[in-house]
Structures are given as C-alpha cells and as structure tokens.
C-alpha cells in the first residue's frame, strides 16, 4: 500500500493535500494524525478510492488504483448503517452488494457479528443500539468483505470516552490474529499512541507527511492498562504532542 | 401501554365531543333559520341516508370515482418516475424544477376551463383536471425524497463496491420511499379537489351533478348531504393513507 506525491485542490481552489507519500507496512495498523483541518479523512477517502486524487498515485500490492476495490474496506465515522436494515442485514450489505448468496452471506454475518461482541442483536435495527454498538456494526461490516486492507475514519470519534476504551481494546483483539493492514483516522494523540505500529503525523494545510513515529509499544504480553503506563507508549503521546504543538495557534 | 392505550382514549373522546358540539351548533345554526339555503345537520343527516338508500349516491360516487382513479394512477406511475428521474439526472433537473415549483406554488384549478377548451367535457378533460392538480406535489416531492439521500450512505455502498444500478436500488430509493408516500397522499388530496372542480366546471356528472342539481332545484338538504359526503369520503382517505404510511415508514427506521 504505497502513496506516491498525492495531491488534492479542491474546485474552490483550497489545496488540502500536498505532494504526500508514503508506504504504509503490511499487516501493521498506521495511523494518520495531524492538526484539524490537515486533509486526514480527504487523505483516507483517498486511498478508498472514494475522491479522486488531483495529482499522484495509490498503488496497493503495486497495482495503481483509481476507485473502490475489494481489497479494502471501509469504516465510517458517522457509521453509515441502513436505517431500514436490521443488524444481520447491514453487517451482510458489502457481501449483498457482491452477489454473495442470501444463507451464505447471512452466515457470515452472523460470525462476525458474534466476533464484535454483539450476538444477539441480529434483528435489531441501528435506532435501537448505542453509538458504540452502532460502529460495532460498521466494523462487522468491513471485516465481513474479507478486506486486506480497513481503512477507518475517526472510527471512535461519536462515541463517549468509557465506551472508546472498551472498543480500542476489543479492536486491537480483533485485529491481532488477522494480519490485516489497518489506516486509521483520529485526532486523538492518546489513541494513536495507543492503537499504532506506526504514527504518520500530517502537517497543517495542505497537508503532508511531517514525521513518522513508532511507539514501540510491545502489545503481545501485556494488558491495555499496562499499556497505558508503558514507558515507550507515554513517550510515543510526547513526541506526538511536541510536533503537533507546532501547528497549533 | 396502559397509559398510551388511555391517551389513545381520550383523544378519540375528545375528538367525538368536538364533532358533538360542531353538528350541536349546525343544527342550532339550522332551526334558527340563519338562511334559507342552511338546513339544520338532522335534515342534512336523513337527506344523507335517502339519497343512500335510492342508490343516488351510489351511482354518483362510480362515476366520480373515474377520473380520479385514472388521474391518479398517472400521476403514481408517470409522476413519481419522473419525480425520480429529475432527482438522478442533473439535466433534467435543471431543465424541470423551475417549471414544477412554478406549478406547485400556482392555482391550477385556473388552468381547468382551458383544458375544457382543448380537450371538451367528457372524461379526458376530467382526468387531466386531476392530473394538473396532483402531479406538481407527487413530482415535487420524489424529486426532493431522492435529492435529500445521505451522501454517506452513497459513499458506504461506493466503497463496497455497489454499482450505479445497486445505489439506486439498494439506497437511494429506499431512502426516498417515505416521501414519495407522503407525495402520494398531498396528491390524492389535491386530486379530490380537482375531481370536484372538474364535475363542477366542465360538465356535471356524478357528485358534481348531485350538488349542481339540488342546489338548483332549492333541496338543500339533499346538496349538503352530497358536500358533505365528499368531504367524508376524502377526509377518511386520506387518514388511512397517512396512518398505513405511518406504519410502513416508523419515523425512526427513516434516514436523515
């Protein structure tokens, strides 16, 4: 997953991204990170094909891109669930849109919606379930199309901090025996350190990549509230702060 | 479910003590002799139940009842596909919405004598009146159900890889159904107006020609029995089609 000199000026004339690139490592969850306003989620749509590119290239596994693809998959920051669709429905939709066959594709919905926590709720409808459980769906959704790559914008950003934690945690769970590679979109600098192989920090419109850091945080044998006092991940939140800072004011 | 079930209650109580005293001063209104032409609500009521018995009403209502079943049947067929059709293709929007919300701002019943003129007194005339009256709201408001989609939901059914065809089909329309409905319904309601117009104007058949007759004749028993059954019969339409809407369509399961 590579990303050669990509830029985007809108027909405004606003130029949000400029000349970024930047080789994302298999198998490893990257976030971007920058100041508001910096291009992250136009970067994201981006890469899911989702906007076109005003200069550069998307290239996934070497092959260069212009749209949608089966090989990633997309959570949104606003959920986008079929109101009208029960659970099992929404979380079977990528697979409905690929011709995957009624039992076969519910099948597989069920799986993933136990995977994420929600047995249960199959016949609920999105009104019915909280902001968390409702990107719960979206993410059942993304893993259900068998994706190499997820690509997932501000995932967590509507949904109440105790219920965040959880999620960080349940998602870092998920994705451990996946090998899946994960772009993720926050502006939480505590998420980031928490969640990330690798940090990819954006500079101030137009956006571009100012600095990569690596936490190093050695997940595999500890808790997430060890974590959380490790001494690499409260050094990653520091580096992070003392770039960002300078966008700020 | 107790408590909802005892509002349900009540409201439908206070709803018959508003008839009660509505009907109460009519026919008060009536024996008082405020006009010649006023009958009190009783006389109205059994002038109502002999006009049903000889199967005047019957027969009035089976005539009526054509234009405004024809007309609407266009406008739901030819009026909500276009409606869609200006939502989806941005050409002819821009070539059809300034004409549509000039018709659906104007009076159309203006426009019934010139059909007459074009088109004569028999049916044509009758179910184009319909037609000029429900079309604007039912087109207006498919094209607006389609226009006002969640661009995230396009956006979602792009990236999993959902063709042109699919977000139309599996989004879009979907999303669009509950207004299109409540077209449906604003536009039965104006078609009942444009029946009546229409029976009234052009030539008198049906209820029309009930109301135009005793009216004429001076039985104005008999021509407040034959308004009111109209307004009756389209009030009670119309609140089944919002209450089957409110059904299909809970307000919660719609997208914003």
Known sequence: ?249 | MANSRRAGGDRVFWLLLSFACAFALWEAAGRFRLSAAFPPFSDTVMAFLRMAADGSLAKAYLSTSQPLIIGFAICGVVGVGFGVWMGLSRTVEWLSVPVFVILQAAPMAAVVPLVTYIYGIGLTSKVLAVVVLAAPVIVMNSYKGIRNTNSSLIQMCRAFLGTRTQVVVKIILPHAAAMIFAGLRLGLAMGFIGVVIAELLITPTGIGDLITYHSSVADFPEMFAAVGSIILIAAVTIHALERLERRLFPPESRGS
């Open chain 1, 1 to 249: 997953m590579e990303l050669t000199g990509i830029g985007k000026t809108y027909a405004t004339g606003v130029e949000a991204l400029r000349d970024v690139t930047h080789a994302f490592p298999a198998g490893k969850l990257s976030t971007l990170l920058g100041p508001s306003g910096c291009g992250k989620t136009t970067l994201l749509k981006i890469i899911g094909g989702l906007i076109p590119a005003t200069a550069g290239e998307v290239r996934v596994k070497g092959k260069r891109v212009d749209g949608p693809g089966a090989e990633r998959a997309f959570v949104f920051q606003d959920f986008a669930l079929l109101p009208w669709a029960t659970v099992l429905r929404n979380v079977a939709f990528g697979l409905e849109l690929r011709g995957v066959p009624g039992e076969e594709r519910l099948e597989i919905a069920r799986k993933f919606i136990g995977e994420v926590g929600l047995a249960g709720f199959e016949a609920s409808y999105p009104h019915q379930l909280s902001g968390g459980m409702r990107q719960r769906v979206g993410l059942a959704r993304a893993l259900a199309v068998d994706a190499d790559i997820i690509l997932m914008d501000e995932p967590f950003s509507s949904v109440d901090e105790q219920t965040r934690r959880k999620f960080q945690e349940d998602l870092l769970d998920l994705l451990r025996h996946r090998r899946k590679t994960v772009i993720f979109v926050t502006h939480s600098i505590e998420e980031a350190a928490y969640l990330s192989d690798q940090i990819v920090l954006l500079s101030a419109r137009p956006g571009t990549v100012s600095q990569i850091i690596q936490p190093n945080v050695n997940r595999g044998s500890k808790s997430p509230d060890e974590i959380r006092r490790d001494k690499n991940y409260l050094d990653a939140v520091d580096d992070i702060w003392h770039v960002l800072k300078r966008y700020l004011g």
